[in-house]
C-alpha cells in the first residue's frame, strides 16, 4: 500500500509538472484561435524555436538561465509580429482548408531548418546547478528542476489570468472573442490587437517549450509530435477560454503520466479515446461556448 501511495504522489507530481507546460504553451493556441478565427497549426513551431533558443543560449553562449529563458520568450514573440504581419494576416479571411495547409507548410520549413542547423538529434539541456537535485518537502524528495516548473508556471498563469481578466487589454481582448464586430463598432483597434495577443500567445508558447526542454525533448520533429497535444488541450478546454486549456492540460498532463507508468502497453490510446468520447458529448468543450 505504502508503495502504491509513493507511486501515486509521484506520478501526480510529475503529471501536474507536464500539464503545467502544455498550458503554458496551448494557452496562447486557445486564445488566438478563439480571438482570431485562424487554425493556426505552426503553434508548435513556436514552442520548438523557444526550446533552441534555450539550449543554443546556455551551451554556445553560456547566457544565465534566467536570461536565456527570456529571450525565449521575447526573441519567439518579435519572429512571431514579423510572421503575423507577413504571412498569417493575408489569410485570416481564408478558409478554414487553406490555413491549415499554410500551417502544415510552415511546419515543413520549420523542420527543415532545424534539422539543417542542429541535425536530428535530440538537444540536451545544461540545467544550472541551483536546478539540478532533490528538493525536500513533506518528507519526501522531488526533482529540483520539477518543482521550479510548477511554481514558476503557476507564477506565469496567475499573471496571466490577472491580465486577462483586470486589465483594460484583457477586456478588450474579451470583447472582441464574444464579438468582434461589436468591439471594431465601439473603437477598438482589432488588427493591432490580433498583433499584440498573437504575439504574446507565440512568445508563451516559446518559453513553455524553453521551461520544457528537460521534459519534452527538442529536436526538429517537434512541431509534428506535439501538435495533437496541444490541440487536445484547446478542444477539450474550449476556444478562447483561460480556465478550459488549464483543466484540460493538468488533465492530460496527469493521464498521460499515468499511463506511461502503470500502462505502458496502452500508451497515448487512452487519452485519445477519453477526447473522442468526450467532444461527442461536449463539441466545444469543457468551458467552450454551446453554438
Given at each position: 500500500?505504502e508503495?502504491f ?18 498550458y503554458v504553451i ?5 486564445v488566438t484561435m478563439?480571438?482570431?478565427g485562424f487554425?493556426?497549426l ?5 514552442a ?5 533558443i534555450?539550449?543554443s543560449?546556455l551551451?554556445r553562449?553560456?547566457?544565465p538561465?534566467?536570461?536565456?529563458l527570456?529571450?525565449?520568450f521575447?526573441l519567439v514573440?518579435?519572429?512571431s509580429?514579423?510572421?503575423e504581419r507577413?504571412l498569417y ?5 481564408a478558409s478554414?482548408?487553406e490555413?491549415?495547409l499554410f500551417?502544415?507548410?510552415?511546419i515543413?520549413?520549420?523542420?527543415a531548418v532545424?534539422?539543417l542547423?542542429?541535425g536530428t538529434?535530440?538537444q540536451?539541456?545544461?540545467?544550472p546547478?541551483?536546478l539540478?537535485g532533490?528538493?525536500?518537502l ?5 526533482p529540483?528542476y ?6 514558476f508556471s503557476g ?13 483594460i487589454?484583457?477586456?478588450m481582448?474579451?470583447?472582441?472573442v464574444?464579438?468582434?464586430a461589436m468591439a471594431q463598432s465601439?473603437?477598438i483597434?482589432?488588427?493591432r490587437?490580433?498583433?499584440?495577443t498573437?504575439?504574446?500567445g507565440?512568445?508563451l ?5 524553453a521551461?520544457?526542454?528537460d521534459?519534452v525533448?527538442?529536436?526538429?520533429t ?8 496541444f ?10 477560454s483561460l480556465?478550459g486549456?488549464?483543466v484540460?492540460a493538468?488533465?492530460?498532463?496527469i ?5 506511461k507508468?502503470?500502462?505502458p502497453e ?7 479515446a477519453?477526447?473522442?468520447g ?7 468543450g469543457?468551458?467552450g461556448?454551446?453554438?
Amino acid at each position: 500500500m505504502e508503495a502504491f501511495l509513493s507511486s501515486l504522489v509521484s506520478v501526480a507530481f510529475h503529471g501536474v509538472a507536464f500539464g503545467m507546460i502544455l498550458y503554458v504553451i496551448s494557452v496562447g493556441l486557445s486564445v488566438t484561435m478563439g480571438l482570431m478565427g485562424f487554425t493556426n497549426l505552426a503553434h508548435g513551431v513556436f514552442a520548438m524555436a523557444g526550446g533552441y533558443i534555450l539550449v543554443s543560449s546556455l551551451a554556445r553562449f553560456q547566457i544565465p538561465f534566467p536570461l536565456a529563458l527570456f529571450l525565449s520568450f521575447a526573441l519567439v514573440a518579435l519572429a512571431s509580429v514579423v510572421l503575423e504581419r507577413l504571412l498569417y494576416s493575408r489569410l485570416y479571411g481564408a478558409s478554414e482548408l487553406e490555413q491549415v495547409l499554410f500551417t502544415i507548410g510552415l511546419i515543413f520549413m520549420s523542420v527543415a531548418v532545424a534539422r539543417l542547423i542542429y541535425g536530428t538529434l535530440q538537444q540536451p539541456v545544461l540545467l544550472p546547478d541551483y536546478l539540478k537535485g532533490q528538493f525536500s518537502l513533506l518528507g519526501r524528495d522531488f526533482p529540483a528542476y520539477r518543482v521550479f516548473l510548477i511554481a514558476f508556471s503557476g507564477a506565469m498563469i496567475a499573471a496571466l489570468w490577472f491580465g486577462v481578466e483586470r486589465t483594460i487589454w484583457g477586456a478588450m481582448v474579451r470583447a472582441a472573442v464574444d464579438n468582434r464586430a461589436m468591439a471594431q463598432s465601439i473603437g477598438i483597434n482589432t488588427k493591432r490587437l490580433f498583433t499584440i495577443t498573437f504575439a504574446i500567445g507565440s512568445g508563451l508558447a516559446g518559453l513553455g517549450g524553453a521551461l520544457g526542454a528537460d521534459i519534452v525533448a527538442i529536436q526538429p520533429t517537434y512541431p509534428f509530435e506535439q501538435l495533437v497535444y496541444f490541440l487536445i488541450v484547446v478542444s477539450v478546454g474550449g476556444l478562447g477560454s483561460l480556465r478550459g486549456p488549464f483543466v484540460a492540460a493538468l488533465l492530460i498532463g496527469i493521464t498521460d503520466t499515468a499511463c506511461k507508468y502503470w500502462l505502458p502497453e496502452v500508451g497515448a490510446f487512452f487519452i485519445y479515446a477519453a477526447t473522442i468520447g468526450l467532444l461527442l458529448w461536449r463539441p466545444a468543450g469543457l468551458f467552450g461556448r454551446r453554438a
